[in-house]
């Protein structure tokens, strides 16, 4: 398992962090504790870092799921849906998710 989850890792581009702060994000079958995860319609599961920001996504997901954090999803039409802490939502899957904050 350790060996497919490094192989799908995806480390967040550039930015203020420093490497110490730094929470690999990754896609997977399902939701790992203490992340922000977002599903696509395919089965696929990204999980987002456990605090901060996540830009550069591009993709539609049409659920997420507070394992831990609650988040926000940011759409390409500067639309938005908040995920309350340990909970579950149906996200607007005719949009595009651009970003994903987690708040800490």
């Known amino acids: 398992m350790a060996a497919a989850l490094g192989a799908t890792a995806l480390i967040s581009g550039p930015g203020g962090a420093s490497a110490a702060d730094v929470h ?3 896609w997977t079958d399902r939701c790992d504790y203490g992340r922000a995860c977002l599903y696509r319609e395919d089965g696929n599961v990204f999980n987002a870092g456990h605090c901060g920001s996540t830009a550069g ?40 998710v651009v970003q994903v904050n987690v708040h800490c």
């Open 24 to 26: 690999p994000q990754y």
């Open 57 to 96: 996504l591009s993709d539609r997901f049409d659920y997420a799921k507070a394992n831990g954090n609650s988040f926000t999803v940011y759409y390409r039409d500067r639309r938005w849906d908040f995920v309350a802490a340990w909970s579950e939502r149906i996200l607007d899957v005719t949009n595009v």
